[in-house]
């Protein structure tokens, strides 16, 4: 198989939050006591150092294009240990000199200077876990922090100079109207993020909520809320580029446009998942989820929670999975590049996608029109083997 | 063939003919008790789940009696459910005796009582045996004394066992011995062997179970099929003992299966003769009544590639169901598929679900209709299995629907139930008789009603107590219309159906609501409507889907979302595309779930 390289991104995944939120299914682990968090730091970078070892020549001659901190709550390791990890990172790979570096940060973790820390770092991009901004929906979604907390931090890391912030914001929360919706947007506006990501709170297999389920806005008003929010922001200057993403011209999350692409990534910590294109095909690699069980193991084959190479049944799936969110398309070229099959394997599908008024393509781009978006569980479902 | 003696059980499901099948072949020592599985005989993976059987079998077992000789005893099985009726007529025909196992506990069942009189008709011996004797609730003497009520049979010798423990069950094999007569030689050696059943065997192509009447029959025999008149060379012979077993030949008085290669199961069609090319008898020996499916479906694949992988399919089955029936049919709707009679509901379930298991095939069954009768006004007279297929209104002179003779079996308790029900389903009271233990009711119903869900709701109301056997009775004429039912404004032919007008309004309405249950919402408002004609009598609409879409993928772990995509997918395969409408499969039954 022959891949053409796509861009490189980093994943990295801090465990710990301060508490569990109910609707939550990442890899977070509520914290008992204090955390090894500097330790942590040292098995994140031997993990690096391990994976660079296995994968060779894969990495040969790649730049790191994005950081990403995700968790769990990054924002609960100090600036010096983000400094010391991305330092770290430096000495063995590779950074473009214009990397985006995102930080995930729960408002209720920050004190006041520490963007400067983080910024000083390296960090350029602060992502904030607001979720919403009617207090009593946060205690609802057993978030630790209230409306005011959320708008000071995100003043906060203004003034410190970070310019490009997104904040997150759920909907169809707890018996939430349209107008509380429309209201969220607005206050989330009204502190200038570059970037809003907007989403539809879904009871996830295994969370406290799916267990013990609060009254959630049927699919009708969820509907109504995601129009209208849509609208809000539009107007607001804030474009949708993929299903949950609105950004200002020029400031859509590169890391995340590497994933939608295709592009590959490594994943370092506990439970973080990594891509990489090489020379057998298209390898997927995750780690140990327990945090005790990652840092036992820091640099060990241990760490290892799987890897195995994505079978090509499987590729068009996964491409499709991806690719078809965003709103603007992908270049037609990316699927061969990107997976190593022919544009031939998929076409009978991809006839069949366009005759429902699915997807539409031409020799250069392929996008999902506004029902393939809306329906894009239909659409991927036609690439499946 | 003194020392022979052919006999079957008459018996209901669950009063213990396979335990005590069961348990006469370990007598006998037919099987190791390693090799000893529960209910040995019932062989196909759906009888042996659904705890009854459908095929005959049969077993040849050596057994040592009291005077001391070594008989032969071929127990030829039954099947136990009243769509399968005529397979019992078949399995009596190659007997000489049958055992009646009636539940001492429960009563006589109303299947035992029909079955009963075939075996008496066809003038076999029966022996009643009292079954679950080792139950508290058991009394023989109720039990003894409705058997002489209802059925009119002597049961002072009935023989009280327990198949359970074993308890006298060796009683039963001496009075096999003593009381079911040898079977008589016949009148020359000319061979006359009488197909009880054959199947298609992947391997051995089309395998016989007979009854040798005279003569005998050997490996290397050229022999000739009376009805077709196509002669084969016969290759093995033998019994099961359950095991298959070769021997090297089968006499005069013996039961046992044949292969002679013969590759398509038509070539030895079940009640057919079989007799020597060289050596003909004279003529062949009275053949079985065949059957006339009652119940018409349409089975159509749900995708249109699967059509002749379908088509080879109902070949395959019909080689071993000769009661089904199949020809193709073409639906503006469905597109491909075939209109199948069966027997009955079981009937149905039964090869749609061997359909579906076996051969791997996604299907969606139509509602399931009886054959009525249409007069049309140039005086003939069409037999439409159909509602698609009825003529236009100014060609009908009447519709008659076939009416039934039911006999129900209940325990006292239930009777206002069961009558009640009887009542609600169109029908009318003949009789009611008081017996030791049960009340036997007896009533006409139209054959419609009871094909839909009529068993299920005589189980629910009696606790599943109550049994029933129905005869066809004949045709009567009716206010019928048809409901067809519209999608998005498109009629779909394969949901029309034949109702009593008095019950169309009522119908017609369930059937909407429980179809817009059923129906998922889709990307665009479905409407559903019923209409008789073009009156619209019903309506609902499934509301358009807004959306559907994973509101997070970030590169990690899409092992679960691929997980979710492909149950979608699944549930899309039991889907049937209907214009731009996904109808899932229970859609097209829902028919037969309005009433609960």
């Known amino acids: 198989m022959n891949l053409i390289p796509p861009p490189l991104s980093l994943y990295v995944h801090m465990p710990w939050c301060v508490r569990k939120c109910p609707y939550c299914d990442f890899n977070s682990h509520g914290v008992r006591g204090t955390p090894a968090y500097a330790d942590y730091v040292d098995a994140l970078l031997a993990d690096l150092d391990a994976d660079l070892r296995d994968f060779g020549t894969a990495l040969d001659g790649r730049r790191i294009a994005t950081v990403f901190f995700g968790g769990g709550t990054p924002s609960l390791f100090a600036p010096e240990l983000i400094g010391r990890f991305l330092d770290g990172a430096r000495e063995r790979l590779p950074f473009a000199p214009d990397a985006e570096i995102t930080l995930e940060t729960n408002p209720g973790t920050v004190e006041h200077g520490r963007f400067d820390g983080y910024l000083a770092a390296g960090v350029n991009r602060i992502s904030f876990g607001v979720q919403s901004f009617d207090n009593d929906k946060l205690r609802r979604l057993g978030r630790i922090h209230s409306a005011g907390e959320a708008a000071d931090a995100v003043r906060q890391a203004q003034d410190a100079g970070i310019g490009n912030i997104n904040i997150d914001l759920m909907y169809a929360l707890p018996e939430q109207t349209l107008e509380g919706a429309l209201d969220d947007i607005d206050r989330a506006v009204t502190l200038g993020p570059t970037h809003v990501s907007h989403y539809q709170l879904t009871l996830e297999p295994n969370t406290a909520f799916a267990a013990n389920p609060p009254p959630l806005p049927d699919d009708d008003a969820a509907w109504a809320i995601q129009e209208a929010c849509e609208a809000r922001l539009g107007e607001a200057g804030y474009g949708q580029y993929e299903v949950s993403a609105y950004a200002l011209p020029g400031r859509r999350c590169a890391h995340n446009l590497n994933y939608w692409r295709f592009g590959d990534y490594l994943g370092i910590g506990a439970g973080a998942h990594g891509k990489i294109s090489d020379a057998n095909g298209v390898r997927r690699r995750w780690k140990t989820r327990l945090p005790a069980a990652y840092l036992a193991s820091a640099g060990q084959p241990a760490r290892i929670g799987g890897d195995n190479l994505v079978a090509l049944d499987d590729l068009p799936f996964e491409y499709m999975l991806n690719a078809l969110r965003l709103v603007d398309g992908v270049p037609m070229a990316d699927f061969a590049e990107r997976t190593g099959l022919s544009q031939a394997a998929i076409a009978p599908a991809m006839a069949a996608c366009v005759a429902r008024g699915w997807l539409v393509h031409d020799a250069v781009t392929l996008k999902t029109t506004a029902l393939g978006q809306r329906f894009l569980n239909d659409v991927i479902e036609a690439f499946m083997a | ?596």
């Open chain 2, 1 to 596: 063939m003194e020392l022979i003696r052919n006999f079957s059980i008459i018996a209901h499901i669950d009063h213990g003919k396979s335990t005590l099948a069961d348990r006469i072949i370990q007598l006998c020592g037919g099987l190791s008790e390693r090799e000893m599985e529960a209910q040995v005989l019932d062989n196909n993976p759906i009888e042996r789940e659904r705890g009854i059987t459908i095929k005959a079998q049969s077993v040849s077992l050596p057994y040592k009696a009291r005077d001391g000789k070594t008989y032969q005893l071929n127990f030829i099985d039954t099947p136990g459910h009243v769509d399968f009726s005529y397979e019992v007529s078949r399995s009596l025909s190659a007997c000489e005796g049958a055992l009646l196992v009636v539940d001492a506990a429960q009563g006589v069942e109303a299947q035992s009582v029909a079955n009963c009189y075939t075996a008496i008709e066809q003038g076999l011996e029966v022996i009643p045996v009292l079954n679950k004797i080792d139950l508290p609730t058991a009394d023989i003497e109720k039990a003894k004394a409705e058997i002489e009520a209802v059925i009119g049979l002597d049961a002072s010798d009935a023989i009280p066992v327990s198949a359970k423990t074993g308890q006298n069950v060796v009683e039963v094999l001496e009075a096999i011995i003593q009381r079911i007569p040898a079977p008589k030689p016949g009148d020359t050696d000319k061979l006359q062997a009488l197909i009880i059943d054959s199947w298609f065997d992947n391997y051995l192509g089309v395998v016989s179970l007979v009854r040798v009447m005279q003569g005998e029959i050997r490996p290397g025999d050229k022999i000739l099929v009376m009805s077709t008149g196509r002669t084969h060379l016969v290759d093995d012979v033998g019994v099961f003992t359950p095991k298959r077993k070769k021997l090297e030949r089968l006499a005069a008085g013996e039961v046992g299966w044949i292969n002679a290669s013969i590759k398509d199961v038509h070539g030895a069609p079940v009640g057919d003769t079989l007799t020597h090319a060289g050596k003909p008898a004279a003529a062949p020996l009275p053949g079985f009544q065949t059957m006339k499916p009652r119940v018409f479906a349409g089975l159509f694949p749900v995708s249109a590639d699967d059509y002749p992988a379908l088509r080879e399919a109902l070949d395959k089955l019909r080689l071993n169901d000769a009661a089904m029936f199949f020809e193709p049919e073409s639906s503006e709707a469905m597109g491909f598929g075939f209109r199948c009679g069966f027997l009955g509901m079981l009937h149905m379930e039964i090869v749609q679900e061997r359909l579906e298991r076996e051969y791997d095939l996604d299907l969606i069954t139509t509602a399931p209709t009886v054959v009525y009768e249409v007069l049309k006004t140039d005086g003939s007279v069409l037999a439409m299995d159909n509602p698609a297929k009825l003529p236009p209104p100014q060609q009908i002179t009447e519709i008659r629907e076939p009416i039934i003779v039911a006999t129900i079996l209940t325990p006292g308790d239930y009777v206002g139930n069961v009558i009640k029900l009887c009542e609600e389903k169109r029908g009318v009271q003949l009789t009611i008789q008081y017996l030791a233990t049960q009340v036997q009711v007896t009533y006409e119903l139209p054959l419609a009603e009871v094909v839909l869900d009529f068993f299920d709701r005589l189980k629910s109301v009696s606790r599943g107590y109550a049994s029933m056997d129905y005869h066809l009775e004949r045709f009567d004429a009716g206010p019928f219309v048809r409901v067809d039912i519209l999608i998005n404004g498109d009629r779909v032919d394969a949901l029309s159906l034949i109702v009593h007008r008095s019950h169309a309004d009522r119908r017609g309405r369930e059937l909407v609501e429980r179809m817009k249950d059923l129906i998922p919402r889709q990307q665009f408002d479905v409407a559903i409507q019923a209409a008789i004609g073009a009156a619209v009598i019903a309506r609902s609409t499934v509301k358009a889907l807004r959306k559907n879409v994973l509101a997070k993928c970030y590169g990690g772990d899409v092992s679960r979302k691929k997980k979710l995509l492909e149950k979608q997918k699944e549930g899309k395969k039991r889907m049937k595309q209907v214009g731009s409408v996904e109808i899932p499969q229970e859609a097209f039954l829902a028919v037969l779930k309005v009433d609960k």
